[in-house]
């Protein structure tokens, strides 16, 4: 998940692209620079807030994000070997890890 700050820093550069391209074409069709900063600053200054709450939205939808295997897992700074068991477990269960094969000599 995204901090919020990055969400805001993603959705200001994104903008930022866009108020050059509005500008340019704003002032190509109207030719008048109090216009132009007018249309392209109330524009994007309305995308900029409703982005960051359509990146916040979508931060809650699950369909579709690739969840990492152990992301329920609680981690603690020292593991015991039950949860390092049940780390291996949980992996082979959906397939990253394969059990090594039982040898007998």
């Not at 930022?16 to 524009?43: E, P």
């Not at 593991?79 to 959906?94: H, S």
């Amino acid at each position: 998940m995204d901090t919020r700050k990055r969400s805001w820093v993603k959705s200001i550069t994104w903008r930022a692209v866009g108020v050059v391209i509005l500008g340019a074409i704003s002032y190509a069709v109207t030719r008048d620079l109090g216009a132009t900063s007018v249309i392209t600053l109330l524009f994007h200054g309305l995308r900029l807030i409703l982005y960051y709450w359509h990146e916040r939205l979508w931060e809650r939808v699950s369909w579709g994000k690739i969840r990492h295997p152990l992301q329920h897992f609680c981690m603690r700074e020292n593991l015991t070997a039950g949860d390092v068991a049940e780390i291996r477990q949980i992996l082979e269960e959906r397939g990253y890890v394969a059990r090594p094969p039982e040898y007998v000599i």
